[in-house]
């Protein structure tokens, strides 16, 4: 198999790329607000909650999931979401790291 322009990138670099572009739909981050706000839900809560045909939202939090941004649970034929808080921490920690080379910058 053929060298592909992600191979020219740490993992690192590839694996925020995923999460950003997972978090660059704005049903996505309605989905994670409220996930947010319920802390956990079943899909057809999410469906309630949004203005998206049921599918639609499935593919949203398959995005998310792939991107390790939300984790479920089986709960007989339902899937409770939550946040992966250890994806969140990757986030924080990479904003917070430029924060910190930034701090006394000007341009």
């Known amino acids: 198999m053929g060298i592909t322009k992600s191979d020219f990138f740490t993992d690192e670099q590839n694996e925020l790329a995923q999460m950003f572009k997972a978090l660059a739909h704005p049903a996505r981050i309605a989905i994670i607000q409220y996930l947010v706000k319920v802390d956990t839900c079943i899909c057809g809560d999410i469906v309630n909650e949004l203005p998206l045909a049921q599918p639609t939202i499935s593919q949203h939090l398959k995005e998310l999931k792939n991107a390790n941004i939300i984790q479920g649970t ?23 790291i430029i924060r910190h080379k930034l701090k006394n910058k000007c341009c």
């Open 74 to 96: 089986i709960e007989g034929k339902s899937i409770c979401y939550c946040i992966n808080l250890e994806t969140i921490d990757k986030i924080e920690n990479h904003f917070g």
